[in-house]
């Protein structure tokens, strides 16, 4: 079939402006009747969903770099999404799903909007049975607020409808001011939405109650309430887009800094996480000595003679714990379970555009003080430890997306696809992973000023979440997108095939390894001394 050329796009408008009457929802409404009319969810579900689509925007490695929703307009030629969300690093297709499990790849676009963050995919083929929704001509807001549903997916999972009213013009300038960019040229004044569907991902369609599309749904992290692209807006993009369609490769830059969904699936909620690391603290603790390291045993010391009789006298000593060898730390069996609870936890808060700030800043204190333990812990936790990451990460296919807390070693890196990745081998394991070399820029809370990077053959202890198997550089490995790491104990040298010799020719020295054991004196992240 030959490729869809943007000159379909006026027609895409003509027949986007029939208006709202073309879709069940609208029977017997004008624009007038629709700008007044509560919506109801109802007709809204029947007529719009099926238009609603889910927008994965793949990177270099196959896997989902970002999540949006994106809806059909006019014959169902293009589908009207986020820019930012598309217009990342790597990505050069997307993948784009309907209600009814139906999907469809596209690695083109007719229409890429800076000034409004919009983007229109091109369909390879058309989806002329169900066709597209179309854009409002009511007013952009009501004096009191415009009634309107936002239909959009949540979590890249499944799709939602919230109610809510538009209002409030934001000036593109005030706009820029907040989030210290420069407002493109041609920028419109956005509107405020007053709705709660802040994990409705952005590109959502903001119809109204004659089921057209009034707006496109962004979130700002610099403004507290959503907001809004003004149908206008977008005719208006479209319009003067070029009659020619354009490889994804090939996006604009975004200049609005949208919040993005970057994660599949349910986030974990603040008080979830807490949970995972109390599960984390009170199962390291060594049930013998209750983490104290030692034990009180009773010692005979001598004895003595009492009225003609010989007493034993026993004193009570303290002893090191031989369960734990004195670090009041054992690694139980099935305790990786909690810490990958806890890496995926943050993760996932991290990732989430509707997180708060101090509770992100609570996950880097709580995932850094554990990443800091794991330093110096004994070499009997270490090992035990390793070995349950080992056996958890060689199921290789997954489930996916699961969570990972592990000890390994820096290797080569790579580029692949125009973005470079490092290589990392886990301590007692033969699975590899890689991750994104800017993910190892800095350790965990660490200033920008003070990071430094590791070299090869470093350690180091990460905690992220493992996304898939993928194959880069012919060699396969686990992807994981990185939460945070620390610099770890060096628990060996670097593999004999990754040996870089130095310039007189002789072997690299192998570093000494530092001794095990926490008992400096210093509370750390399981409470102890």
């Given at each position: 079939m030959k490729p869809l050329s943007s000159r379909f796009l006026p027609v895409v408008l003509a027949a986007a402006a029939v208006g709202a009457c073309s879709h069940p929802a609208s029977a017997g409404q004008g624009p007038a009747a629709g700008a007044a009319a509560v919506p109801e969810l109802i007709e809204i579900h029947k007529s719009a969903t099926p238009r609603v689509c889910l927008v994965q925007a793949e990177g270099a490695l196959g896997v989902p770099e970002a999540y949006a929703t994106g809806f059909l307009l006019g014959a169902g030629k293009f589908v009207i999404t986020d820019l930012a969300s598309v217009a990342r690093p790597g990505v050069q297709k997307v993948t784009i799903r309907f209600k009814d499990g139906t999907s469809v790849e596209s690695e083109r676009?007719?229409?890429?909007?800076?000034?409004?963050?919009?983007?229109?995919v091109a369909l390879p083929e058309a989806k002329k049975d169900l066709g597209g929704l179309s854009l409002s001509t009511a007013a952009g807001a009501a004096e009191d607020g415009l009634p309107v549903v936002v239909v959009g997916w949540r979590h890249g999972e499944e799709i939602d409808l919230a109610t809510g009213r538009m209002a409030v013009n934001v000036p593109a300038s005030d706009l820029a001011e907040t989030c210290g960019v420069k407002a493109p040229a041609g920028a419109p004044a956005?509107?405020?939405?007053?709705?709660?569907?802040?994990?409705?991902?952005?590109?959502?369609?903001?119809?109204?109650?004659?089921?057209?599309?009034?707006?496109?749904?962004?979130?700002?992290?610099?403004?507290?309430?959503?907001?809004?692209?003004?149908?206008g807006a977008l005719r208006r993009a479209l319009l003067k887009a070029e009659p020619a369609l354009e490889p994804l490769r090939r996006l604009p830059e975004a200049v609005w800094p949208v919040a993005l969904q970057t994660l599949p699936g349910e986030p974990m909620s603040p008080q979830e996480f807490a949970a995972a690391v109390r599960a984390v603290k009170l199962q390291s603790?060594?049930?013998?000595?209750?983490?104290?390291?030692?034990?009180?045993?009773?010692?005979?010391?001598?004895?003595?003679?009492?009225?003609?009789?010989?007493?034993?006298?026993?004193?009570?000593?303290?002893?090191?714990?031989?369960?734990?060898?004195?670090?009041?730390?054992?690694?139980?069996?099935?305790?990786?379970?909690?810490?990958?609870?806890?890496?995926?936890?943050?993760?996932?808060?991290?990732?989430d555009p509707a997180t708060g700030a101090s509770v992100v800043e609570a996950a880097v204190t709580s995932t850094g003080g554990l990443l800091e333990a794991l330093r110096r812990v004994g070499d009997p936790y270490r090992r035990r430890l390793a070995e349950q990451a080992a056996a958890d990460l060689v199921k290789g296919t997954g489930p996916f997306p699961r969570g990972v807390v592990v000890y390994a070693q820096r290797l080569e890196m790579?580029?692949?696809?125009?973005?470079?990745?490092?290589?990392?081998?886990?301590?007692?394991?033969?699975?590899?992973?890689?991750?994104?070399?800017?993910?190892?820029?800095?350790?965990?809370?660490?200033?920008?000023?003070?990071?430094?990077?590791?070299?090869?053959?470093?350690?180091?202890?990460?905690?992220?979440?493992?996304?898939?198997?993928?194959?880069?550089?012919?060699?396969?490995?686990?992807?994981?997108?990185?939460?945070?790491?620390?610099?770890?104990?060096?628990?060996?040298?670097?593999?004999?095939?990754?040996?870089?010799?130095?310039?007189?020719?002789?072997?690299?020295?192998?570093?000494?390894?530092?001794?095990?054991?926490?008992?400096?004196?210093?509370?750390?992240?399981?409470?102890?001394?």
């Open positions: 676009f007719g229409m890429a909007d800076a000034a409004t963050g919009l983007v229109a956005f509107l405020r939405l007053f709705v709660p569907a802040k994990r409705i991902a952005a590109g959502a369609p903001v119809v109204d109650a004659a089921g057209g599309v009034v707006g496109t749904m962004m979130q700002v992290p610099a403004v507290d309430d959503l907001l809004v692209v003004p149908a603790r060594c049930d013998k000595c209750g983490g104290d390291g030692q034990i009180v045993v009773r010692k005979t010391v001598g004895r003595r003679r009492v009225a003609g009789i010989v007493r034993t006298i026993i004193k009570r000593v303290p002893k090191r714990c031989d369960a734990c060898g004195g670090d009041g730390l054992i690694c139980k069996d099935g305790l990786y379970e909690y810490f990958a609870r806890m890496g995926e936890g943050a993760t996932r808060l991290a990732a790579v580029r692949h696809a125009g973005r470079e990745y490092t290589f990392l081998r886990p301590y007692r394991s033969s699975v590899w992973l890689v991750v994104l070399a800017e993910a190892l820029e800095k350790p965990l809370g660490a200033e920008p000023e003070s990071a430094s990077t590791p070299g090869a053959g470093d350690w180091i202890v990460l905690a992220g979440l493992a996304r898939a198997s993928v194959k880069v550089a012919n060699h396969r490995a686990v992807y994981v997108n990185v939460f945070g790491w620390d610099r770890g104990p060096d628990l060996g040298p670097l593999p004999s095939f990754l040996e870089e010799p130095h310039e007189n020719g002789a072997e690299r020295p192998r570093r000494k390894r530092p001794l095990s054991g926490r008992n400096d004196g210093t509370p750390d992240f399981f409470g102890l001394e």
